[in-house]
């Protein structure tokens, strides 16, 4: 039951990634990308989760795991919402931490050997000197972009953003109750991933911007779906 409940979150994070992607294609709304990614990040989180239940727990699924839930999710998700009210220098910044991370997540020495049926602790296994210390930070500093910005959207567009402020709650509590189990874990990454893809498709209350000083062209997006 825990490899198919993780195995039905990935199946979902990776469906709304990839219809990120083709709204992109159609139209190349500045976040989209990042956020696609983000969503990818989960699945892959998500992935690592299923086959450690089919098969347990190894190195190579606990660095997958680490990198893609650890480092890269929410720190994609915050450069998606810069990029959406035009932060544009967030691209460069992101893509060299994606491949610090990389980096991190490939060559940084286990303290012990993985192994087992439950979900790895990090404390456990990596030292706080890089890796945890950069997972802190970037889980921070991604969220805390990602909900500055959807809670300064909320009276443009209430719903989409109150579904992503849920979506990061939702992500925040599965990650800090992770070792509850496989289960529960994907539990929340199915519904944290099914609130934010819907607080970012869904699109703002349509206003003019001659009324709306603060949405620019810039920003906003395809049928007015800026944050």
């Not at 294609?25 to 992935?47: C, E, N, V």
């Not at 086959?51 to 839930?69: D, E, T």
């Not at 994606?98 to 990090?122: F, T």
Request: glycine share 10%; aromatic share 8%; hydrophobic share 55%.
């Amino acid at each position: 039951m825990d490899a198919l409940l993780a195995f039905a979150a990935t199946l979902l994070a990776l469906r709304l990634s990839a219809d990120l992607v083709q709204r992109h294609r159609r139209d190349p709304t500045p976040g989209l990308l990042a956020w696609a990614a983000a969503l990818g990040a989960f699945a892959a989180g998500s992935g690592a989760i299923a086959w450690s239940a089919a098969y347990g727990w190894s190195n190579p699924a606990f660095r997958a795991y680490y990198l893609c839930g650890g480092l890269l999710a929410a720190a994609l998700l915050g450069a998606g919402s810069l990029l959406r009210v035009g932060v544009r220098w967030i691209t460069p910044v992101t893509l060299v931490y994606v491949g610090l991370a990389i980096g991190i997540a490939v060559a940084v020495p286990l303290m012990a050997p993985i192994a087992g049926d439950s979900i790895p602790e990090a404390q456990t296994h990596l030292a706080f000197f890089p890796a945890r210390l950069v997972a802190i930070l970037a889980n921070s500093a991604g969220t805390l972009a990602a909900v500055v910005v959807a809670a300064r959207g909320l009276r443009r567009r209430p719903l989409g953003n109150t579904l992503i402020l849920a979506g990061l709650a939702v992500a925040a509590t599965g990650s800090a109750l992770a070792g509850l189990g496989k289960a529960e874990s994907s539990v929340f990454t199915a519904a944290a991933v099914a609130l934010l893809y819907a607080g970012f498709v869904i699109p703002r209350r349509a206003s003019s911007p001659a009324t709306d000083p603060s949405v620019s062209d810039s920003t906003r997006g395809p049928a007015g779906a800026a944050p």
